[in-house]
C-alpha cells in the first residue's frame, strides 16, 4: 500500500478492473466496471493487441523466455515442443532457417548448447520444417491462439466498449515501466488459473519482471533459487528440501512427497491424492494437482475413499489457526463434516471462539501473536529487500495457554509416541536439526514453565541464521530487536546481481519464463484435455448459468455476485472481536455490513436503501439474507459483500450477528487444475423479506 | 515561532481507517458508542454513471480563528503558540456551544457514564479524570516527545502529512505554500490548518 501510494505520488496512472468502484478502484484515474468472470477476455484482446502490434520488449522475449522456442502440432493436434534427442529446446536463428539447439536449462538464449552466440527469432519463416515437421515458434503459435480473441469479441462479455480495450492495450504496451496487479485470491471462477497465467504472460511480455516498477521477485525466494542452482552446479544434495527449494521445483517436491505413500507410516499417499485417483478411474471429473486442497475430505469422512481396495478414513482431525466453518464454501459442508459420526475428534488451536472452534471436541488455546516469541528466524516473505526478521512477545501471555509447536510435540507423544520421527520432519520441514534442538531443549526446559519446545526451536533457528550471515545470536537478536528486521541485501543489488531472468534462471522446468508451460504441456500430455490445461494462453468462458453466455439477460430478479475483503477485518480470527475495529464497522455499518444493490435494480424489485433482502442461490438452492446497501458503486448486473462478516458464535460478542456470510451463498464447486474453487461461478436471485 | 498544520492528500487515502483504530487507542476515544476524534467519510459522488468513490478523512482543523473558542463561556477552549487548539477538561462544563459553532464538526461529548467505562474499557492507563466535550489535539503528547500524530505515523497510504507552517524548509508546508493543497470553508474566515489535496480531475 505504501509503495501503491508512492507510485500514485510520483505520477502513475492506474487503470481498475472491477465491477464494483473497491478501495483500489476509488484511487484509479480510470474504473472500468467489467462484468464478473470475463476478466480473462479483456486480458486476451491486450495480450492479442501487444503481440500483434509490437507492444513488447523483443529482446527480452528472444533472450529469457521460450517465445522463440519452436513447436508441431502432432497428429492429435496437440502442440509439441521440437526438441532434440536429448530434450533440448530448438529455435531458428535471427533471420535465417537455421535451427539451432540450446541447453536444457538456461537463463539465456543467445547462447546455443556448444557456446556459440547467436540471436534467436521470435517469427521464424511460416513455410519452415524440420524433421519433416512444420514447425512454428511459440511466440506465432500463442498468437494463432490468440486470432479469435479482438477486442471487439472481448467487448462483447466484458461490456467494455473495444475502443477502450485498444487504448488502454496501447496506453500499457507503450509505458515503460508498465505492472498489472493481478488481485486477490485463487478462488472466483473455473478459469482463474489461467487468468493468473495470462496477467503473468502481459507483464513478461513488457520485459517487466525484477525490474524496478515492474514485478520484484520477492528477496527470499531468489536467494532460495541462487542458493539451490550453487546447489545443482556442484552436484549437493539439498538439505531440507522443503524449506530451501524455490518455484516449480518446490511444487513438484511437495506433488512428490505427498502423492507417495511411503512418505508415511500407514503407506498410503494423502487422500486428495487417493480420492483423485479413484476419481479418475471411475471416469469422474478429478483435480490433477490436488495438493493443499479439501477435495476428497467429505468423502474420506464418509468412508467412500478407498486405498488398494481398503477404507482411507478420516476419522480426527487438527485445525490450527484457521477458521473453515466461516471461511471455506460452504459452511454446511464443515458443519457436516466436522459434525459427522464418523468424525471421533476434531480438535481446535485458536486464539479466540471462531465459529469453527464452536465444533470443537477439543479447543486447545494459543498465544496471539503479540503474546508470543516466533519459533524460528524467517526471511521477509514478500518484501523486495533481502533480510531476517522475527516476531518478539509484546506483553506477556494473558491466558492460560499454549505454543504451537509444544502443543504438536505433546499430540505426537499422545497419538503415536513417534517424537523422534516427528523430530525428523522437523528437521526435512524447517531445516532446525533435531539434535541440537533437543539439545537447546533440555536448557529452556529449566527456564520456561510453557512454551519450552517453542523456546528451543527459537534458540536454534538463532544460532543457525546468525552463523549464516557470520554474525553471533546475540547481534542478530539485537538488531532485530531495534529494527525489526536485519537487512542483508537492497533490491537494487539483488537485481543487479541476480535479476530472474536476466542475470540467472527462473525455478522453471526449462530456467526461462515459459509462455508455453512446460507443467500444464505434461498435464495435458497425461490426459487432461480441458481448456485449463491449455500450455498456451487460451479462452475459458465463465458459465454462470449452466449454458447460458454471460452477456444473455438476466432475470428481472437475478444477479452476479462477487465479494471482497474490508480493510479492518482479516480472515484469521484474532481481531474478530475487536472492539476498537468493530466500533469502525459500526461507524460504516451500511457500506461494510450491507448487500451492495444498484439502485435501477433495487428499485425495480421493490427494495429501498437499509431493506431486508432475501437472497437465494439459483444454481444450489442456498439462501440467506442481508441488508440492501443501493450504490451506484456496482454494476447494475451485480451484487456485492465484504465477506468479513456473517459471524454465528455468540461468544464473538462483539461481532456475532452482524452482516451476511457468503459461505452461505457460495456451493461447493471446483477447478479442475488445483480445485480452486468457483465461488462466483453462479447467479443469485433477490427478493424482498 | 513553530505552526502546526496538517496536509491530506486525497488521491493516496485509501479508506482503511487505520487512522481512526490509531487515534482512538492513543486518545482513548470511546468508541463504544461510534465517537471519534478523526474519521473518514466514504462517499458516493456525481452524477447517473459518472460516479466516484472518495475516502474524505476529517479531524478539528485547528483553526488560527476558532470559533469555538470564541463562544465557549468558560475558558475551557484555549489555543497554544503553536496553534494547537485544547480542551481543559476541568474547566468545561459540557454546553456544547463550542460543539454548535464548530463548521466542521470535530467536537463530541465524553460524559460522566463514558469516563466510567472508559476506566473499565483502558484500565489503568486511562487518563481522563472528568467529562468534557472532546476533541483532536494534534497528539500534542507525541509532539512534545518528537513524534508524529498517531493518524499521521499509521496512515498507510502516507495521505496524511505533519508539518510546521513556519519552517519553509519543510516539504509538506510547501506543498501548502504552492497552493495545491487547500483548507476547507476558508470563506468562514476560520483560517483551518487542516489542508487537502484534490483528488476530482477534469477530465474529457
Not at chain 1, 136 to 153: D, G, I, N, R
Not at chain 1, 296 to 321: C, D, H, M
Not at chain 1, 592 to 621: C, F
Amino acid at each position: 500500500m505504501v509503495r501503491f501510494a508512492q507510485g500514485r505520488k510520483n505520477g502513475a496512472k492506474v487503470v481498475a478492473l472491477d465491477p464494483r468502484r473497491s478501495e483500489t478502484a476509488a484511487k484509479a484515474d480510470e474504473w472500468l466496471a467489467i462484468r464478473p468472470g470475463t476478466d480473462l477476455a479483456f486480458l486476451l484482446a491486450m495480450m492479442r493487441i501487444m503481440m500483434e502490434e509490437g507492444y513488447y520488449d523483443a529482446t527480452f522475449l528472444k533472450r529469457h523466455t521460450n517465445m522463440p522456442f519452436l513447436l508441431y502440432r502432432d497428429e492429435a493436434g496437440e502442440w509439441q515442443p521440437l526438441t532434440d534427442s536429448e530434450g533440448r529446446p530448438r529455435v531458428v536463428a535471427e533471420g535465417t532457417r537455421d535451427v539451432i539447439t540450446l541447453k536444457k536449462f538456461s537463463h539465456d538464449n543467445r547462447e546455443n548448447d556448444e557456446g556459440r552466440i547467436f540471436c534467436p527469432e521470435l517469427q521464424p519463416p511460416a513455410d519452415l520444417t524440420v524433421d519433416g515437421k512444420r514447425v512454428k515458434s511459440v511466440f506465432q503459435a500463442q498468437l494463432e491462439e490468440l486470432e479469435h480473441y479482438t477486442p471487439e469479441w472481448a467487448a462483447v462479455s466484458t461490456g467494455i466498449d473495444a475502443e477502450t480495450i485498444r487504448r488502454i492495450a496501447r496506453e500499457f504496451g507503450t509505458s515503460r515501466p508498465a505492472i498489472i496487479d493481478p488481485g486477490w485470491h485463487g478462488a472466483r471462477f473455473g478459469n482463474i488459473m489461467m487468468l493468473r497465467r495470462v496477467q503473468a504472460m502481459i507483464q513478461a511480455l513488457t520485459g517487466g519482471i525484477d525490474t524496478i516498477g515492474g514485478w520484484i521477485q520477492a528477496a527470499e525466494y531468489r536467494h532460495k533459487a541462487h542458493e539451490m542452482f550453487k546447489a545443482y552446479e556442484a552436484g549437493h544434495e539439498i538439505a531440507a528440501p522443503m524449506a530451501n527449494l524455490a518455484g516449480m521445483h518446490f511444487a513438484k517436491m511437495v506433488i512428490g512427497a505427498v502423492s507417495n505413500g511411503d512418505n508415511f507410516d500407514h503407506g498410503k499417499p494423502g487422500w486428495t491424492w487417493a480420492w483423485s485417483q479413484q476419481q479418475q478411474a471411475a471416469g469422474e471429473q478429478n483435480i490433477a494437482l490436488p495438493v493443499m486442497t479439501d477435495t476428497g475430505f467429505r468423502e474420506s469422512i464418509e468412508g467412500k475413499v478407498e486405498w488398494q481396495g481398503e477404507p482411507y478414513l478420516t476419522r480426527a482431525v487438527i485445525i490450527n489457526a484457521a477458521n473453515p466453518v466461516r471461511h471455506y464454501y460452504p459452511d454446511s459442508y464443515w458443519k457436516e463434516c466436522l459434525s459427522h459420526p464418523n468424525m471421533e475428534l476434531v480438535i481446535a488451536v485458536d486464539v479466540l471462539p471462531s465459529d469453527t472452534a464452536a465444533y470443537a471436541d477439543v479447543i486447545l488455546p494459543n498465544t496471539t501473536y503479540l503474546e508470543r516469541d516466533e519459533p524460528m528466524v524467517y526471511g521477509n516473505g514478500v518484501n523486495q529487500d533481502l533480510a531476517l526478521t522475527t516476531r518478539y512477545a509484546a506483553i506477556p501471555p494473558l491466558y492460560d495457554t499454549e505454543e504451537t509447536p509444544d502443543i504438536l510435540y505433546k499430540l505426537t507423544e499422545i497419538v503415536s509416541g513417534n517424537t523422534e520421527g516427528f523430530l525428523d520432519w522437523i528437521e526435512t520441514l524447517t531445516g532446525l536439526p533435531k539434535v541440537p534442538l533437543k539439545q537447546a531443549w533440555v536448557e529452556t526446559r529449566k527456564i520456561h514453565e510453557k512454551g519450552s519446545f517453542l523456546a528451543a526451536s527459537r534458540r536454534v533457528a538463532f544460532e543457525g541464521a546468525a552463523a549464516k550471515i557470520h554474525r553471533t545470536a546475540a547481534e542478530l537478536d539485537s538488531v532485530m530487536r531495534d529494527r525489526g528486521v536485519y537487512n542483508e541485501a537492497d533490491k537494487v543489488e539483488l537485481i543487479n546481481r541476480w535479476g530472474m531472468p536476466r542475470k540467472m534462471p527462473v525455478p522453471t522446468d526449462s530456467g526461462r519464463i515459459e509462455f508455453f508451460s512446460g507443467l500444464f504441456h505434461s498435464l495435458r500430455s497425461a490426459g487432461q484435455k480441458a481448456p485449463n490445461f491449455s500450455p498456451l494462453a487460451t479462452y475459458i468462458a465463465a458459465e454462470c448459468r449452466t449454458g447460458r453466455k454471460m452477456h444473455e439477460p438476466l432475470a428481472e430478479d437475478e444477479f452476479y455476485f462477487t465479494y471482497g475483503k474490508t480493510p479492518t477485518v482479516s480472515h484469521a480470527s484474532t481481531n474478530s472481536n475487536n472492539p476498537v475495529l468493530a466500533a469502525v464497522n459500526d461507524f460504516k455499518s451500511d457500506i461494510y455490513k450491507r448487500v451492495w444493490i444498484h439502485p435501477q435494480r433495487a428499485e425495480a424489485l421493490g427494495i429501498g436503501q437499509g431493506d431486508r433482502i432475501r437472497l437465494t442461490n439459483n444454481l444450489s438452492q442456498q439462501t440467506t439474507e442481508g441488508d440492501a446497501h443501493l450504490t451506484r458503486l456496482i454494476r447494475p448486473d451485480t451484487l456485492f459483500i465484504y465477506s468479513s462478516f456473517g459471524v454465528e458464535n455468540p461468544a464473538l460478542s462483539q461481532t456475532q450477528g452482524e452482516g451476511t456470510a457468503t459461505n452461505k451463498l457460495i456451493p461447493y464447486q471446483v477447478e479442475p487444475v488445483v480445485a480452486g474453487f468457483k465461488s462466483q461461478e453462479f447467479t443469485l436471485r433477490v427478493q424482498k423479506a | 515561532m513553530t505552526h502546526y498544520a496538517m496536509v491530506i492528500d486525497l488521491n493516496t487515502c485509501v479508506g482503511c481507517n487505520a487512522c481512526m483504530a490509531a487515534c482512538a487507542m492513543e486518545n482513548q476515544t470511546p468508541v463504544w458508542k461510534s465517537s471519534w476524534r478523526t474519521y473518514v467519510h466514504d462517499k458516493e459522488i456525481g452524477n447517473g454513471s459518472d460516479v466516484h468513490r472518495r475516502f474524505f478523512p476529517r479531524l478539528c482543523n485547528h483553526c488560527d480563528n476558532p470559533p469555538c473558542m470564541s463562544v465557549c463561556p468558560t475558558g475551557a477552549t484555549y489555543k497554544l503558540d503553536n496553534g494547537i487548539v485544547l480542551v481543559d477538561e476541568e474547566r468545561c462544563m459540557g454546553c456544547r456551544a463550542c460543539a454548535m459553532a464548530c463548521p466542521y464538526d470535530a467536537r463530541r461529548s465524553v460524559t460522566y457514564e463514558d469516563v466510567e467505562r472508559g476506566r473499565e474499557f483502558y484500565g489503568e492507563a486511562y487518563r481522563r479524570q472528568h467529562p468534557s466535550v472532546d476533541k483532536c489535539t494534534f497528539c500534542e503528547h507525541r509532539l512534545k516527545e518528537g513524534l508524529e500524530p498517531a493518524c499521521v505515523e499509521t496512515c498507510v497510504g502516507s495521505a496524511r502529512m505533519f508539518c510546521d507552517l513556519d519552517n519553509p524548509e519543510d516539504p509538506v508546508s510547501q506543498l501548502v505554500a504552492s497552493g495545491v493543497a487547500r483548507p476547507l470553508m476558508p470563506h468562514l474566515g476560520t483560517r483551518p490548518n487542516i489542508y487537502y489535496i484534490d483528488d476530482l480531475k477534469r477530465r474529457g
